[in-house]
């Protein structure tokens, strides 16, 4: 299939799209707000995917090179957005804001991943990258053009407002 879409054959690529599809537009959902902003860039990324496959060489996971321009047309969309980011003393923030295993387990996957969207952006962000997509705050900084600082910031806010949320919603739930 990859060497079918390197040769620009569009049935390989209209497979492959539909192969990956699916789980990168979960992906795109995830750093934007709504399905048609979540479609725009999961279109724009297909279209990079295939501008670049020529230059996949073969080393390391077809997907997770895929997955990697997802998530940077996910950044690149945000940017054009103009997105904000408050830099924030890093000592001023409480660095043990662990989500709790214990209230982890007791919510759904799908409930967590709404309680992410509703994160304001900038949090949104980080939490995704740091979190999810196992970037170091390092390459965040670097991705986004944010000190260091300031992605551990994000991230520890993002981690209490979620804690936060996560507490409320199961003290609503208890029976």
């Given at each position: 299939?990859?060497?079918?879409?390197?040769?620009?054959?569009r049935?390989?690529?209209?497979?492959?799209?539909?192969?990956?599809?699916?789980?990168?537009?979960?992906?795109c959902?995830?750093?934007t707000?709504?399905?048609?902003?979540?479609?725009?860039?999961?279109?724009?990324?297909?279209?990079?995917?295939?501008?670049?496959?020529?230059?996949?060489?073969?080393?390391?996971?077809?997907?997770?090179?895929?997955?990697?321009?997802?998530?940077?047309?996910?950044?690149?969309?945000?940017?054009?957005?103009?997105?904000?980011?408050?830099?924030?003393?890093?000592?001023?923030?409480?660095?043990?804001?662990?989500l709790?295993a214990?209230?982890?387990?007791?919510?759904?996957?799908?409930?967590?991943?709404?309680?992410i969207?509703?994160?304001?952006?900038?949090?949104?962000?980080?939490?995704?990258?740091?979190?999810?997509?196992?970037?170091?705050?390092?390459?965040?900084?670097?991705?986004?053009?944010i000190?260091?600082?300031?992605?551990?910031?994000?991230?520890?806010?993002?981690?209490?407002?979620?804690?936060?949320?996560?507490?409320?919603?199961?003290?609503?739930?208890?029976?």
């Amino acid at each position: 299939m990859i060497t079918g879409c390197k040769a620009g054959k569009r049935d390989l690529q209209k497979a492959l799209y539909q192969r990956f599809s699916a789980k990168m537009f979960g992906i795109c959902l995830r750093y934007t707000r709504n399905r048609e902003e979540a479609e725009d860039v999961l279109q724009d990324g297909f279209v990079k995917v295939f501008q670049h496959v020529t230059q996949f060489s073969g080393m390391g996971s077809f997907e997770g090179w895929i997955r990697k321009i997802i998530v940077n047309a996910s950044l690149e969309h945000l940017r054009r957005k103009k997105l904000v980011f408050v830099q924030t003393d890093i000592q001023n923030i409480e660095e043990d804001c662990l989500l709790d295993a214990e209230v982890m387990s007791k919510i759904a996957v799908q409930d967590l991943l709404v309680l992410i969207r509703e994160l304001s952006p900038g949090y949104q962000v980080v939490f995704n990258l740091y979190a999810i997509e196992g970037y170091a705050h390092k390459e965040i900084a670097q991705m986004l053009g944010i000190t260091e600082g300031t992605s551990k910031s994000q991230l520890a806010r993002a981690r209490k407002i979620l804690q936060e949320k996560l507490n409320a919603k199961i003290l609503h739930n208890v029976p």
